[in-house]
């Protein structure tokens, strides 16, 4: 099987690349990355040695994609994954919607040439942010949860957030980019006769990941945190109750692996993944992990709002157990150890990883 992955030195990217190659190293995959991100550059090596072929392209240009030879799937991993992107002045809102929505339309004109299957690593900051920050929240053991006393909003449930909870904008840029990537994947999907799945993805973690706090706060605080970075609790309480689920990438890849296997009309187009309750955390409970393995450290508290943020987000991926019989296999403990362990191994990531 051939199969083409975008993205593929950012950390999602690699992480299944490699892990299709440890399961068939038979496997022959294409990578697509413009190395953009700081830390890129540290993924190409451990791919090339593994038979990848590394392609530099960006997918923003059509013409970077002509001479991609016939693959039999694409999955789609390349992504401007911040909510501030667009906003912030690090970017432009149009490099976002090029970046988010334009790239994959143009992977979707390769899979239509090439009659490929087409699999969408998408988000959970699809959900609508409205939505999201009008859930009743209550503190509980320095964590925010949800108010169950009175009635919860379509959608969602003790499990989390489901498929079916609003995404009604606004999202962010970012979200609804990813969005309409969504929409469009699935619509040239039906239209032309190729198979298309679409994971929206919680929070994923793991060692190696790049330390921005926007693209992935468990290895940015941790990192942060050892290395006695300023850190501040933004929003709502000022006290990090915010809370997320998240799982490691070498949790997704029995799903992809099946949804690889081929089309099946009867199964759900559109499923999440995530961590779910069990692998949920609040800011304030990650700095206590990391003051329990690294020493006291201050964390600043300001209170003013930043734009998208929510207070609760956890997803709710039973219908992913229903269509994929998947669950997260890798406890939140295991997963912070690793981040852990790589930033001692690592006292230069955020450097490396975040331009800092």
Not at 47 to 63: E, M, N, Q, T
Not at 76 to 101: C, Y
Not at 340 to 351: D, F, I, K, T, V
Request: charged content about 20%; aromatic content about 8%.
């Amino acid at each position: 099987m051939k199969i083409l992955v975008s993205g593929i030195c950012g950390f999602v990217g690699s992480s299944v690349a490699h892990g299709l190659l440890d399961h068939d190293s038979a496997a022959e995959i294409i990578g697509l990355d413009n190395l953009s991100r700081a830390g890129s550059h540290v993924n190409i090596e451990p791919l090339r040695s593994r038979g990848v072929k590394l392609i530099h392209a960006d997918l923003r240009l059509p013409s970077d994609l002509d001479s991609i030879p016939a693959v039999d799937w694409i999955i789609d991993a390349a992504a401007n994954p911040s909510v501030l992107a667009g906003i912030d002045g690090s970017t432009s809102s149009r490099q976002l919607i090029e970046h988010n929505l334009y790239g994959t339309v143009n992977l979707l004109e390769l899979a239509k040439r090439h009659r490929a299957g087409f699999i969408l690593l998408s988000t959970s900051r699809v959900y609508s942010v409205g939505s999201l920050t009008a859930i009743p929240v209550v503190v509980k053991e320095g964590r925010f949860e949800p108010d169950d006393k009175g009635p919860l909003p379509e959608g969602m449930s003790v499990h989390g957030i489901a498929e079916n909870f609003s995404t009604t904008p606004p999202l962010s840029l970012y979200g609804s980019s990813k969005l309409a990537s969504e929409c469009i994947a699935l619509e040239y999907g039906e239209t032309f006769e190729f198979p298309v799945w679409v994971n929206r993805c919680g929070v994923l973690a793991g060692a190696g990941q790049f330390g921005r706090a926007d693209q992935g706060i468990f290895s940015f605080w941790i990192n942060a945190y050892l290395r006695r970075v300023p850190l501040r609790y933004i929003g709502f309480d000022g006290a990090g109750h915010q809370t997320r689920d998240c799982f490691h990438p070498s949790d997704l890849l029995p799903a992809l692996r099946k949804q690889l296997g081929g089309a099946d009309a009867d199964k759900s187009r559109i499923v999440n993944f995530g961590g779910g309750k069990e692998n949920s955390m609040s800011l304030a409970q990650l700095s206590k992990w990391c003051a329990e393995r690294f020493g006291p450290h201050e964390v600043a508290s300001d209170a003013e709002p930043r734009p998208f943020d929510v207070p609760w987000l956890v997803l709710d991926s039973r219908l992913a157990e229903r269509t994929w019989n998947w669950r997260p296999a890798i406890p939140l403990e295991a997963i912070l150890q690793e981040i852990a362990e790589h930033a001692e191994a690592n006292p230069r990531w955020l450097e490396t990883s975040a331009a800092l």
